[in-house]
């Protein structure tokens, strides 16, 4: 299996070393438009091979995509972080230009490939990248709720002092304030969390989620990594294993949940094919309204690269 990822910073090389590390695809291309940059991780990540004791390859390339060709998956995470007092909706201008770009030269050079998107803002980034690919939605798709979820196992896990695997969350809607996470579909080991937990402390733990991002950016000055990255590989890892793992993913609802047309995060089976089928879940009125704000905002936001885009043709 061959694995690109495309941004060779903070999250690319992350995920890249996860995909290495864990032996997820055997050919992982890293690419980055910084001269020598991509190069150098790739390097780095290929010399910790010996020492940590994996034999997937890593090679980098600066811009050069015919190195890409025949990639089975791509994951796009070029493009500008936020910094303290950003929303990532403002990364929206520089963002859309860079996503559109690299997605013509991967699709140039992978045709059958499936793509994650990680670029920010994540939900219209995916819009972007299917508009430009022209791939059906089952193969363009965006990574968040992955880490989403992620951090309100985190946060679980510590409040219970329990395993973050044991664990188990679904949300939805888009990546950013307008999250919709579902404690009513949370459980811990099995077990219902509202049974383990109180309202108010349940209530703080979403709240942290939501902002979530926002808390490694005001710590740290730029946006996280780790999780992140490990995120998207956890993606490719579904689709090249065909594992049909359930993950909440960024999708073009078409129809479910009374939604058509527009980029929310939502429950999916994950496989070889990419999105191999979406979960509806029987939402109640409280849930449904919160995904109706969600849905709100992120057309929005794509009503807002639609005009940017008339704009500029
Ligand atoms: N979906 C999610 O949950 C998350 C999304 N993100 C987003 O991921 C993106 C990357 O974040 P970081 O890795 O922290 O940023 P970073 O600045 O460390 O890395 C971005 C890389 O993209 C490269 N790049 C820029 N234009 C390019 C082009 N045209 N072709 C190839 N490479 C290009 C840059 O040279 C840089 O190395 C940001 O937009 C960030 O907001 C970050 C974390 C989570
Ligand atoms: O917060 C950001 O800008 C990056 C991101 O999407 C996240 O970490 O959730």
Same mark, same amino acid.
């Given at each position: 299996?061959?694995?690109?990822?495309?941004?060779?910073?903070?999250?690319?090389?992350?995920?890249?070393?996860?995909?290495?590390?864990?032996?997820?695809?055997?050919?992982?291309?890293?690419?980055?438009?910084?001269?020598?940059?991509?190069?150098?991780?790739?390097?780095?990540?290929?010399?910790?091979?010996?020492?940590?004791?994996?034999?997937?390859?890593?090679?980098?390339?600066?811009?050069?995509?015919?190195?890409?060709?025949?990639?089975?998956?791509?994951?796009?995470?070029?493009?500008?972080?936020?910094?303290?007092?950003?929303?990532?909706?403002?990364?929206?201008?520089?963002?859309?230009?860079?996503?559109?770009?690299?997605?013509?030269?991967?699709?140039?050079?992978?045709?059958?490939?499936?793509?994650?998107?990680?670029?920010?803002?994540?939900?219209?980034?995916?819009?972007?990248?299917?508009?430009?690919?022209?791939?059906?939605?089952?193969?363009?798709?965006?990574?968040?709720?992955?880490?989403?979820?992620?951090?309100?196992?985190?946060?679980?896990?510590?409040?219970?002092?329990?395993?973050?695997?044991?664990?188990?969350?679904?949300?939805?809607?888009?990546?950013?304030?307008?999250?919709?996470?579902?404690?009513?579909? &949370? @459980?811990? !080991? =099995?077990?219902?969390?509202?049974? %383990?937990? /109180?309202?108010?402390?349940?209530? +703080?733990?979403? #709240?942290? &989620? @939501?902002? !979530? =991002?926002?808390?490694?950016?005001? %710590?740290? /000055?730029?946006?996280?990594?780790? +999780?992140?990255? #490990?995120?998207?590989?956890?993606?490719?890892?579904?689709?090249?294993?065909?594992?049909?793992?359930?993950?909440?993913?960024?999708?073009?609802?078409?129809?479910?949940?009374?939604?058509?047309?527009?980029?929310?995060?939502?429950?999916?089976?994950?496989?070889?094919?990419?999105?191999?089928?979406?979960?509806?879940?029987?939402l109640n009125d409280e849930e449904k309204a919160l995904?109706?704000?969600?849905?709100?905002?992120?057309?929005?936001?794509?009503?807002?690269?639609?005009?940017?885009?008339?704009?500029?043709?």
């Amino acid at each position: 299996m061959k694995v690109t990822v495309v941004g060779a910073g903070n999250v690319g090389a992350t995920c890249a070393d996860v995909l290495a590390t864990r032996e997820i695809a055997n050919e992982i291309v890293l690419v980055d438009i910084k001269e020598g940059f991509a190069e150098g991780k790739a390097l780095d990540i290929w010399q910790k091979a010996p020492i940590i004791g994996y034999d997937s390859r890593t090679v980098g390339v600066t811009s050069d995509y015919a190195r890409t060709a025949d990639s089975d998956v791509v994951v796009i995470t070029s493009g500008l972080p936020r910094k303290p007092g950003m929303t990532r909706d403002d990364l929206i201008s520089t963002n859309a230009g860079i996503v559109k770009s690299v997605t013509e030269q991967v699709v140039k050079y992978s045709p059958n490939a499936i793509i994650i998107i990680v670029s920010n803002p994540l939900d219209v980034m995916t819009y972007q990248a299917h508009l430009t690919s022209g791939l059906p939605r089952n193969k363009v798709f965006g990574m968040a709720g992955i880490l989403d979820t992620a951090r309100y196992r985190a946060f679980l896990a510590e409040a219970l002092n329990v395993s973050p695997k044991d664990i188990q969350a679904v949300l939805m809607g888009g990546h950013g304030d307008t999250m919709v996470p579902l404690p009513r579909y &949370t @459980t811990v !080991g =099995g077990i219902p969390v509202t049974e %383990l937990i /109180g309202k108010e402390e349940l209530d +703080a733990i979403v #709240a942290r &989620t @939501t902002n !979530g =991002g926002g808390e490694l950016v005001k %710590l740290m /000055g730029t946006s996280a990594w780790y +999780a992140p990255g #490990a995120a998207a590989a956890q993606m490719v890892e579904a689709i090249v294993r065909d594992q049909r793992r359930v993950f909440p993913v960024c999708i073009k609802l078409e129809g479910e949940y009374g939604i058509d047309g527009v980029y929310l995060g939502a429950p999916v089976i994950l496989g070889k094919n990419g999105i191999e089928k979406v979960i509806e879940l029987q939402l109640n009125d409280e849930e449904k309204a919160l995904l109706e704000t969600s849905r709100g905002h992120v057309k929005e936001v794509m009503d807002a690269l639609d005009n940017m885009s008339k704009a500029s043709a």
